[in-house]
């Protein structure tokens, strides 16, 4: 073949990828709304979160304005609702009360703006603008609608009564042969400048110097929680910074949320079912604050933002920065526990494919891990496509979010992505792992 024919090639390879992810991303919103009747779909579920219907519309909206109009220079399919599901006009405890669109007008809306997004991508050439190369804007809307999905995932953990969702068991957990590794004195390549779907805050690729830290091997299980709680944790202001504090007072946190005591043990409630806590699977639904008392209380540390991407990323062999904690390739079934395939956390050790090279498991699926860094662009950073999508939330009241959880999809699960959130938050799927400073003598 020749260059221009391998070109094209490529850009024909690239366009069958966007439809693909296009379509897992609406067979998952599908799933998700039609799991619940319309009565469901448009109430409020928790203060904290949109109605599900709204989620289903914002998804279309977004896409609209970004694919139909902007890339596709089209017509507005409606122009009258882009204020409705305009994140940034209303909070989410006011979106009931907006005038939305019923159930099956929103399906009809998602499903006419889609029609219109694949006759774009048809003729979109997925190069040049910057906003088309790689087929970025089609990248940003798929993981848009992932990231919603995830939300989605978690507004249904809020809903009360029985069970829609249903997914068989994660794999079964294994010893892992250390309980933490030590991760040497080095710089490294944080962030990207190459991945072609990264969005604005994972940009650009720059070095960051580490120092020497040992970091632990697999995030902290409900059993090890389980004894910071039997440990009289949360009655101990010691353990926690004063903020966290005021927050576990005012709050009256006790344990994890969908946590509830019997009379021999823990139970937790899990998309409408009630079951004793796995003893080995990473703790879900715990705060920024909650996190960072445990680790106190362990003697340890939540790890920095740089140190969680040099343990998930950095390969000493070559000196390079991987995608992954397993190297390059995209997450399979056997790297990580992403995309919604399982409705919990996997035990520990049920990853041994996707551990780093300095042997560090489940970095990448689980349970999103609370770091103890602020959100802050990188040296460099520009806002693309748009200020509010990043630049708006840096030096806001947030802590970084990394690895994704067993509720994010894969195309949003490479190691360089960020996340972050207020630090009281408990309803999305985070726990922790801990980290501490490698003293003198154990560098010696
Ligand atoms: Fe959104």
Same mark, same amino acid.
């Given at each position: 073949?020749?260059?221009?024919?391998?070109?094209?090639?490529?850009?024909?390879?690239?366009?069958?990828?966007?439809?693909?992810?296009?379509?897992?991303?609406?067979?998952?919103?599908?799933?998700?709304?039609?799991?619940?009747?319309?009565?469901?779909?448009?109430?409020?579920?928790?203060?904290?979160?949109?109605? %599900?219907?709204?989620?289903? @519309?914002?998804?279309?909206?977004? !896409?609209?304005?970004?694919? #139909?109009? /902007? &890339?596709?220079? $089209?017509?507005?399919?409606?122009?009258?609702?882009?204020?409705?599901?305009?994140?940034?006009?209303?909070?989410?405890?006011?979106?009931?009360?907006?005038?939305? %669109?019923?159930?099956?007008? @929103?399906?009809?809306?998602?499903? !006419?703006?889609?029609?219109? #997004?694949? /006759? &774009?991508?048809? $003729?979109?050439?997925?190069?040049?603008?910057?906003?088309?190369?790689?087929?970025?804007?089609?990248?940003?809307?798929?993981?848009?609608?992932?990231?919603?999905?995830?939300?989605?995932?978690?507004?249904?953990?809020?809903?009360?009564?029985?069970?829609?969702?249903?997914?068989?068991?994660?794999?079964?957990?294994?010893?892992?042969?250390?309980?933490?590794?030590?991760?040497?004195?080095?710089?490294?390549?944080?962030?990207?400048?190459?991945?072609?779907?990264?969005?604005?805050?994972?940009?650009?690729?720059?070095?960051?110097?580490?120092?020497?830290?040992?970091?632990?091997?697999?995030?902290?299980?409900?059993?090890?929680?389980?004894?910071?709680?039997?440990?009289?944790?949360?009655?101990?202001?010691?353990?926690?910074?004063?903020?966290?504090?005021?927050?576990?007072?005012?709050?009256?946190?006790?344990?994890?949320?969908?946590?509830?005591?019997?009379?021999?043990?823990?139970?937790?409630?899990?998309?409408?079912?009630?079951?004793?806590?796995?003893?080995?699977?990473?703790?879900?639904?715990?705060?920024?604050?909650?996190?960072?008392?445990?680790?106190?209380?362990?003697?340890?540390?939540?790890?920095?933002?740089?140190?969680?991407?040099?343990?998930?990323?950095?390969?000493?062999?070559?000196?390079?920065?991987?995608?992954?904690?397993?190297?390059?390739?995209?997450?399979?079934?056997?790297?990580?526990?992403?995309?919604?395939?399982?409705?919990?956390?996997?035990?520990?050790?049920?990853?041994?494919?996707?551990?780093?090279?300095?042997?560090?498991?489940?970095?990448?699926?689980?349970?999103?891990?609370?770091?103890?860094?602020?959100?802050?662009?990188?040296?460099?950073?520009?806002?693309?496509?748009?200020?509010?999508?990043?630049?708006?939330?840096?030096?806001?009241?947030?802590?970084?979010?990394?690895?994704?959880?067993?509720?994010?999809?894969?195309?949003?699960?490479?190691?360089?992505?960020?996340?972050?959130?207020?630090?009281?938050?408990?309803?999305?799927?985070?726990?922790?792992?801990?980290?501490?400073?490698?003293?003198?003598?154990?560098?010696?």
């Amino acid at each position: 073949m020749t260059t221009a024919n391998t070109e094209t090639a490529g850009i024909e390879q690239l366009r069958t990828r966007v439809a693909e992810q296009l379509e897992r991303a609406r067979a998952r919103s599908i799933a998700l709304t039609d799991a619940v009747d319309d009565d469901d779909l448009v109430r409020q579920h928790s203060k904290l979160m949109s109605p %599900l219907v709204w989620d289903l @519309a914002h998804v279309g909206n977004q !896409e609209e304005l970004w694919l #139909v109009r /902007d &890339v596709g220079g $089209r017509e507005p399919v409606r122009c009258d609702i882009d204020n409705l599901y305009d994140a940034f006009q209303h909070a989410r405890a006011d979106r009931p009360a907006l005038p939305l %669109l019923p159930p099956a007008e @929103a399906r009809r809306y998602v499903r !006419e703006v889609r029609d219109k #997004v694949l /006759d &774009v991508l048809e $003729r979109s050439p997925l190069e040049g603008r910057r906003l088309e190369a790689g087929g970025f804007a089609f990248g940003m809307i798929v993981q848009h609608e992932q990231q919603h999905d995830e939300t989605m995932l978690a507004t249904h953990q809020l809903r009360a009564g029985a069970p829609v969702l249903h997914a068989p068991p994660p794999p079964p957990g294994r010893p892992l042969p250390a309980a933490e590794v030590l991760i040497p004195a080095a710089s490294f390549a944080m962030g990207t400048s190459i991945d072609a779907w990264a969005l604005d805050n994972e940009r650009p690729a720059h070095e960051v110097f580490v120092d020497a830290f040992f970091i632990d091997t697999a995030p902290v299980t409900n059993a090890a929680y389980a004894a910071f709680i039997e440990a009289g944790g949360y009655d101990d202001p010691r353990w926690w910074s004063e903020r966290g504090w005021a927050y576990r007072q005012h709050a009256n946190l006790s344990a994890p949320r969908f946590w509830l005591r019997a009379a021999d043990g823990w139970l937790r409630r899990r998309f409408g079912v009630v079951e004793p806590i796995p003893p080995d699977e990473p703790v879900v639904h715990v705060c920024f604050h909650e996190a960072q008392a445990y680790a106190a209380w362990a003697g340890r540390r939540l790890p920095t933002e740089p140190e969680w991407e040099k343990a998930a990323r950095f390969d000493p062999a070559t000196g390079r920065s991987r995608r992954y904690p397993w190297g390059d390739e995209d997450p399979g079934p056997e790297h990580a526990n992403l995309g919604q395939r399982h409705l919990s956390p996997a035990p520990v050790g049920a990853y041994p494919a996707g551990a780093s090279p300095a042997g560090v498991h489940q970095l990448v699926g689980d349970v999103w891990e609370w770091l103890d860094s602020d959100f802050h662009g990188y040296p460099g950073f520009e806002p693309f496509p748009y200020r509010e999508y990043s630049e708006a939330f840096f030096g806001g009241d947030y802590k970084m979010l990394r690895g994704g959880s067993f509720g994010t999809d894969p195309v949003a699960g490479r190691a360089t992505f960020r996340n972050w959130d207020h630090p009281i938050r408990r309803q999305i799927f985070a726990g922790f792992r801990c980290a501490r400073d490698a003293s003198p003598e154990e560098l010696a």
